[in-house]
């Protein structure tokens, strides 16, 4: 077999959505929206659960770092996305695309342990302010121990051209399929390393729900079984839709679907999906301090245009 032509690869060009020339426009509004809203939604979060007192739990606290996780998780893969909608460039240079690559991994992995902690409904008796602060540095350092893995292994291939990436991120199976040096071994690490985080992470979240459920068959008020049930069935939805999604893609070592399909399913877990948005638009007890703190905000604000208005008022009294 002749070895191809070989250089030293400098960047990888992102093909995006340039198959659909006449939505670019209008897939760059609403990726636009759902960024801002996934912004917004989650630095509120943070905000309401570091200043009010009693979201000071370990439930909260862990809401809060998933909020963080969304933040830099969207951070990573919607900025370039809408560069490449906005026909501003879509070259990534190899070093860029390679961190790009770790920091989604490492986001990927680090959420995923946190939504695989179970039995939610007993942290005020099983969860103490030590044993949460554990679990969190845990998921934090396995997230960025695991990132490394993918990270080593790919940005030691070989490329060959033309380098271009049929997708809008760097994305594993794709910069794989770039190589031209065999990556059985790679392919192999990373179907493991997806079937152990992804599979494991979702049978451990199903079990949490499960938790939940029977609880639930123990409530003898049915508006209060309804209630529960309305706010945990949305809950295991998006979880749900997140993993199957995540599994679709990754837990498929030999397989590769249609690169129109494969950008459509990657569009639920990199940009659509807002666990933590969702999982506190259900939550009573979280939407009475937001409803606080923006009358607060609006109180404030019409105290200063008052001010500002009666201030030019008093020179003609």
């Not at 759902?34 to 606290?61: E, F, K, W």
């Not at 809401?63 to 900025?79: A, C, G, K, N």
């Not at 554990?134 to 490329?159: N, R, Y």
Request: with cysteine; net charge positive; hydrophobic share 50%.
């Amino acid at each position: 077999m002749q070895t191809p032509n070989v250089s030293v690869v400098t960047e990888f060009q992102l093909l995006g959505f340039q198959t659909l020339q006449e939505w670019q426009t209008l897939l760059f509004t609403i990726f636009l929206l759902i960024c801002l809203l996934i912004l917004t939604g989650n630095i509120v979060i943070i905000a309401v659960v570091s200043q009010d007192q009693r979201l000071h739990s370990p439930m909260y606290t862990f809401l809060q770092h998933l909020s963080f996780l969304e933040i830099w998780y969207t951070s990573t893969i919607v900025p370039l996305l809408l560069a490449n909608l906005a026909s501003w460039g879509r070259a990534i240079s190899f070093s860029a695309c390679m961190a790009q690559l770790y920091f989604f991994v490492f986001s990927v992995v680090t959420e995923c342990f946190h939504l695989a902690i179970c039995s939610p409904l007993y942290y005020p008796f099983l969860m103490s302010r030590d044993t949460c602060r554990h679990l969190v540095a845990l998921c934090w350092l396995t997230g960025v121990g695991t990132g490394f893995l993918p990270f080593m292994m790919i940005s030691q291939l070989d490329f060959c051209g033309p380098h271009q990436i049929n997708h809008f991120f760097c994305d594993l199976p794709l910069l794989m399929q770039l190589s031209y040096s065999s990556a059985h071994v790679t392919e192999m690490a990373i179907f493991v390393l997806s079937v152990t985080v992804l599979c494991v992470c979702f049978l451990l979240t199903l079990m949490s729900y499960v938790f939940i459920v029977s609880s639930m068959l123990r409530i003898p008020s049915a508006s209060g079984w309804t209630k529960t049930f309305s706010t945990c069935g949305s809950h295991l939805a998006v979880v749900t839709i997140y993993y199957v999604t995540m599994i679709s893609m990754y837990v498929r070592p030999s397989a590769h679907l249609s690169p129109k399909i494969n950008k459509i399913i990657s569009v639920f877990y990199t940009v659509v999906l807002i666990n933590p948005v969702i999982y506190s638009l259900r939550n009573k007890d979280f939407k009475e301090p937001v409803r606080k703190a923006i009358i607060r905000q609006c109180g404030h604000w019409s105290l200063k245009d008052s001010l500002a208005f009666a201030q030019p008022m008093d020179r003609y009294f």
